[in-house]
């Protein structure tokens, strides 16, 4: 409890930093065009330099968990998308078909679809930086159709996840020093919280990427807003991972008491629809912060009715 206490009021403490949309420490690296192409060209052998080469197209009124966490653009003859996750979540596939969508629509404005000649696209390419702890593969690949009902379909969304936690990808790091000073970072904290409170884990991170020329500049530049930031998420995963796994206990040792399952599941279902009112998110972003399914949470209703 003491713990949590000394997490909540260092949010508190940041507060004033925050803009309108929170960004993501990862958003704000690269925010830029420089940093996009450096990642870019490390995840596709490529050597674009020039940054006019580049248009940035993320939509700006779509945002998940109240933090604006994707990064869309189009570069050569890719629509690319980016997107930063710090637990893993099933339902990547569907938000990028989602959100591709969208991003055809702005792309091509009031294009008359019923011509008689092929309308020509930039090519779609979905990919997602995971430092997550749950999954430890250095790469693997999310499909649309693992969500099907039924076998088969007409569409399908590809998303290609490379773990970024240090240590794991380390040509693809070596490549883009950008990613690589972050996941530096990302590592500094989960050390210093072994024997520190969250604000001075983060805080005491930041120092040390700078006196070791870790991306020296942008902490140097926007500490206090990093800082914010890094508390901001961990304090939020936290929390919800707290959430959850006192509730799972709580259920496990009622419904063993009672010989029943009623009690997990009815655990299951206070503990989402208490993080969805909280948090003020959508039942999918619940039940993934929560690492569970919204099938879990559907049949845990169904069971109670």
Known sequence: MET???MMQAEKEYTPVYRTYKDRVFRMLFQEKKQLLELYNALNGTEYT???NLTVSTLENVIYMKMKNDISFVVGCDMCLYEHQSSYCPNMPLRGLLYFADLYKKYLGDAELSVNRR?????????????GLERQEEEFTQYLSESFTDIGGCIEVTVRT????YGHNRKLLEKCPTLNGYSQFVAMIRKNLETMSLAKAVDSAVTECISRNILRDFFMNQRNEVVAMSIYE????YAMRVTYEDGENA??????AEGKAEGREQTLIHNIEAVMKNFDISLERACAGLDVSVEEYQRAKEQMN
């Open 4 to 6: 949590k206490n000394v």
């Open 50 to 52: 020039d940054e006019e």
């Open 119 to 131: 309308i020509m696209l930039p090519t779609p390419r979905y990919v997602v930086f995971y430092n």
């Open 162 to 165: 490379y773990n970024i936690n």
């Open 234 to 237: 961990y304090n939020e995963e």
């Open 251 to 256: 259920g496990y040792e009622r419904g063993k």
